[in-house]
């Protein structure tokens, strides 16, 4: 019994053993598949110089966004220069973020000239006159600083009767 036994375990063995043959099949597979690993790895390689072509690739299209930014930019800078405009009051500037612009965003130029000159925004009741009478002439020479209307006119009628010298135009 005990050897039948026995025997039978040694058939169990050999099953196992069997079992444990192909189990060395699997493992030769398994090399196998070590080795097709190792050309997975040079075809992760490849893979890699393929990523960082394409990665490449990612940088020219975000050159090519900074390109188009650029180009928006551009565009931008064109509609600011776009955003200078005459009136019969002088050359206005496109400036919407000036305190005083108008409804449309707009400064004259004369007078962000002479806030440039003092260093300081002008207040809504200065007035800035063109000397030579010409209001699209805003070379800072050419520009006088007064605290009121009233003030710019009276240095317009003090003009008119000689008392100051002037150019004769009137810029009002
Ligand atoms: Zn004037």
Request: proline fraction near 0%; charge should be positive.
């Given at each position: 019994m005990g050897a039948n036994y026995g025997h039978f375990t040694s058939e169990e063995t050999k099953r196992k053993i069997s079992l444990a043959n192909k189990g060395r099949v699997h493992s030769e597979q398994s090399k196998k598949n070590m080795s097709a690993g190792r050309i997975g790895m040079k075809l992760s390689e490849e893979t890699k110089r393929k990523m960082s072509i394409s990665h490449r690739g990612f940088k020219h299209s975000a050159e090519a966004k900074e390109k188009i930014s650029k180009a928006q930019s551009r565009e931008k800078n064109h509609g600011w220069k776009g955003g200078i405009r005459k009136s019969t009051g002088g050359i206005l500037v496109l400036c919407p973020d000036h305190p005083f612009a108008n409804c449309q965003g707009y400064v004259y130029q004369h007078r962000l000239v002479m806030e440039a000159h003092i260093g300081r925004t002008l207040l809504q009741s200065e007035v800035v006159h063109h000397i030579n009478g010409n209001?699209?002439?805003?070379?800072i020479e050419n520009l006088m600083l007064f605290s009121s209307n009233p003030e710019h006119l009276t240095y317009h009628r003090l003009c008119r009767s000689g008392l100051v010298p002037c150019s004769g135009k009137t810029d009002v």
């Open positions: 209001k699209f002439d805003n070379r």
